[in-house]
C-alpha cells in the first residue's frame, strides 16, 4: 500500500497516493512555468478547477486517486501553447519514501523568524519547533562553540522564502491556487 496524501484542489479536498501526488504538483509547476506573465493567476485558476473536477469524476468509488487518474486528467487538460509536459522525479521536493523532510525545502521563514528565519526555516524544514533550534544555538555560541558563525553562515547560504511558490516548496505543498493563496 503507497503512503497517501490529502491535498485541496479548487476548495474540495483529495487523497492522492504520493506517487499520483508528484506528478499532479510537477504538472502544475511545469504548466505556471509554461504561462506567459499575462493573467498567470487566472489561468492557473481555470487549470484548477478544470483537474478538481475531472478528478473528483474519476475517484469514484475509489479511496485515493492513483498516478493513471492523474496522467490521464493531465492528458485531458493538456498544456499552454508550445509546452509539452514532462514528468521528472524532483528529489528536492520530494524524497519519495514519506521520509522526513516529506517534500519540503530548505529555506530561511521571515515570517515566523527573530532575527534572519534561519532557525524557523530549519525547525519548518525538519519538522520540529524552532524554538529547540534556537536554543541549541544559543547554548552553543554561549559555552563556546562556533553556534553564531554557523547561524552566520546559514543566514549568507539558505535561500528566503519570499514568493507564495517558495513558501509552498518550504511546506511541501502542491503549488495550487489554493496553496498558493494561503501564503500571500
Known sequence: MERTVSASLNGRNFIFEDS?????????????????????????????????????????????????????????????????????????????????????????????????????GLGIFLGIDPWLIRIIFILAAVFGLSGFWIYMLLWIVIPCARTPEERCNQYGYVQTDDNIRKFR
Open 20 to 120: 499520483a501526488y508528484r506528478v499532479l504538483n510537477s504538472y502544475m509547476r511545469q504548466y505556471r512555468a509554461a504561462l506567459g506573465q499575462n493573467d498567470k493567476d487566472n489561468e492557473m485558476k481555470a487549470v484548477e478547477v478544470t483537474v478538481a473536477q475531472l478528478l473528483g469524476a474519476k475517484i469514484g468509488s475509489s479511496s485515493a486517486i492513483d498516478r493513471n487518474m492523474v496522467m490521464e486528467t493531465i492528458d485531458r487538460v493538456g498544456m499552454p501553447a508550445g509546452a509539452k509536459f514532462e514528468y521528472r522525479e524532483d528529489s528536492r521536493l520530494n524524497n519519495g519514501n514519506g521520509g522526513l523532510f516529506n517534500g519540503r525545502k530548505l529555506y530561511r521563514s521571515i515570517r515566523g523568524g527573530m532575527v534572519a528565519g534561519v532557525c524557523s
